[in-house]
């Protein structure tokens, strides 16, 4: 079982990214997904999070409002869709899945590697 995030990079403040978590080995579908950060000296902390369907979203009041997550099914992915972003969201990103909703990071069944976000002011 593998999660492959992607899509990171450097981006101006005020500007957009859209990371990808692409699941191999399981059907993802039927996992709740979520993405964490963790910025350099800080815990690592929730950003996002994604039912099995897709119906239903919940954020860190951090990103509300800014960050969109999403998945596609067919396509085995979810997204993080990243806009007006700001120099605190520079972080390493990783996805998560998990088969039903916990509230403890280490309950998660699957990690992907990390991405790099940073964000230039």
């Known amino acids: 079982v593998q999660l492959q995030a992607s899509g990171g990079g450097l981006v101006q403040a005020g500007g957009s990214l859209r990371l990808s978590c692409v699941a191999s080995g399981i059907t993802l579908n039927n996992y709740v997904v979520a993405w964490f950060r963790q910025a350099p000296g800080k815990e690592r902390e929730f950003v996002a999070r994604v039912n099995r369907g897709g119906s239903y979203t919940y954020y860190s009041d951090s990103v509300k409002g800014r960050f969109t997550i999403s998945r596609d099914n067919a396509k085995n992915t979810v997204y993080l869709q990243m806009n007006s972003v700001k120099a605190e969201d520079t972080a390493i990103y990783y996805c998560?899945?998990?088969?039903?909703?916990?509230?403890?990071?280490?309950?998660?069944?699957?990690w992907g590697q990390g991405t790099q976000v940073t964000v230039s002011s």
């Open positions: 998560a899945a998990v088969r039903l909703v916990v509230t403890v990071q280490d309950e998660y069944d699957y």
